[in-house]
């Protein structure tokens, strides 16, 4: 926390006369990155919300999202396609359905493909 006393953040907790209280935020842990070959991926066409542009998902990466932005960038460079990490999910521009799951297969990833 950048401030020292952010007290939107704390549950519950209104006054304490406690002098040395100190309040102990909750952090969020993420889940540890499974290996490629208990992953299990899906890849799949979409629309909606994107002024009818098509963009392919890929959805259903357990693990940190360092792991998961590094598979984006991964992904994008090799489809040559612009694209993000929002969600959990990678978002590519246009139809790159075959090509991913080619790329996916050979890095051992079980992937399905979807829509």
Known sequence: MSKKNDWKKREG?????????QYVYHQQSEPETLPPPKQQLRVQLDRSGRSGKTVTLVTGFVGKTADLEELGKKLKGK?????????????????????????????????????
């Not at 907790?13 to 209280?21: C, G, L, R």
């Open 79 to 115: 489809c040559g396609v612009g694209g993000s990490v929002k969600d959990g999910e990678i978002i590519l521009q246009g139809d790159q359905r075959d090509k991913l799951v080619n790329l996916l297969l050979q890095d051992g990833y079980k992937v399905k493909k979807s829509g």
């Open 13 to 21: 907790i209104v006054y304490s006369t406690n002098a040395d209280f």
